[in-house]
């Protein structure tokens, strides 16, 4: 089953923008983590967060946490046309790590 | 950072054959490692999860006869899909957890096999 929801489905936006994507998660977990993933491509590790951290910061990724709402967000600031891909965020409770829905973020030059 | 490796990248076979797929943990000991299985344009479902020297736990739906798990060592797990169908045809990913205890429970994903059935 999936554990986290992510919005927006997709999202489009110009070159320099910045990008912000939502994950909702339903159960306590240990870390969560964002990926990205080019069109039939493998998972690229973006960033992880742990449940005892609130944000972390990783060059033109910020990444919050917020437990009491189960929620995450992932902003990409200044977006170039290479962050063209689908992000998913993906909880990990004790034992399993499960993926959200994704977002398909598109950058136009 | 931990690397976790899976051969082939891509297979083609025939329907009715049998598809090995091999994950490694290249340099470090995973007691759990996981499957997930990518149809296209959704998100990545997990499959299973193999734990060194035991017997994989299947989610609901997924069936071990079709999907047979491996783990005989802390650096390799294999599955292999018997008598593949087209509709097994997918993308599948692999990830391991490190051996020491993680209370934060990281793990690290292979870079995926492309399975095609004709």
């Known amino acids: 089953s999936q554990q986290g929801e992510e919005d927006p489905q997709a999202l489009s936006i110009q070159e320099g923008e910045n990008a912000t994507m939502n994950c909702s998660y339903k159960t306590s977990i240990n870390n969560l983590q964002w990926y990205r993933q080019n069109s039939g491509r493998g998972l690229v590790h973006l960033i992880l967060?742990?449940?005892?951290?609130r944000e972390k910061h990783s060059g033109r990724l910020r990444v919050t946490l917020d437990t009491s709402k189960k929620s995450s967000s992932l902003l990409i600031t200044a977006s170039r046309a290479a962050d063209t891909a689908s992000y998913f965020c993906?909880?990990?409770?004790?034992?399993?790590?499960?993926f959200g829905t994704g977002t398909k973020l598109q950058v136009i030059p | 950072g931990a690397v976790v490796s899976q051969h082939p990248s891509w297979v083609i076979c025939k329907s009715g054959t049998s598809v090995k797929i091999e994950c490694r943990s290249l340099d470090f000991q995973a007691t759990t490692m996981f499957w997930y299985r990518q149809f296209p344009k959704q998100s990545l479902m997990l499959m299973a999860t193999?734990?060194?020297?035991?017997?994989?736990?299947?989610e609901q739906g997924v069936e071990k006869d079709k999907f047979l798990i491996n783990h005989a060592s802390l650096t390799l797990s294999t599955l292999t899909v018997t008598s593949a169908h087209p509709e097994d045809s997918s993308f599948y990913i692999c990830?391991?957890?490190?051996?020491?205890?993680?209370?934060?429970?990281?793990?690290?994903f292979g870079p995926g096999t492309r399975l095609t059935v004709l």
């Open positions: 993906a909880t990990a409770g004790y034992q399993k790590v499960t």
């Open positions: 193999s734990n060194e020297g035991s017997k994989a736990t299947y």
């Open positions: 990830s391991a957890r490190f051996f020491r205890t993680s209370v934060y429970n990281e793990q690290f």
């Open positions: 967060i742990r449940s005892n951290e």
